[in-house]
């Protein structure tokens, strides 16, 4: 194993660990019954997914290889752009944490993907 693939493999399994890290906050959601935080992690793969198998399918970026696999992405199987998905899932809810831990006023909040949340029990 060369420099370069052992680089990549440590970028996947960090992707995948991230990944796991947010899906255990879905659980944490699910059982609190914070449905935005349940929802919104299903919408944001499922158009990961969707992106990644139309540009599977497009010409421009058939090439395209994504960090953590080694083959171009018009020649991935769709198990692998579902793995990708929750990968960008994983990256994405990371990167949003960690930006919402150092802003988190009125000014860098998002609304709700959902408006069904209870409020938190006092």
Known sequence: MNTGTAVTSVAALL??????????NVVKYAKVRDWN????????????????TLAAHAKYYQGMIIP???VPIGAADWQSILI??????????????????????????TPSLVNLSQPPAE
């Not at 929750?86 to 990371?94: K, L, N, P, R, S």
């Open 15 to 24: 992707t995948l660990a991230l990944a796991a890290q947010q899906l255990v």
């Open 37 to 52: 935080g349940v929802v919104t992690p299903v919408v944001y793969t499922a158009i990961a997914f969707g992106l990644l």
């Open 68 to 70: 953590g696999l080694d």
């Open 84 to 109: 990708t998905s929750i990968g960008a899932f994983g990256v994405g809810g990371f990167l949003y944490d960690r930006t919402k831990a150092r802003d988190n006023n009125q000014d860098a909040s």
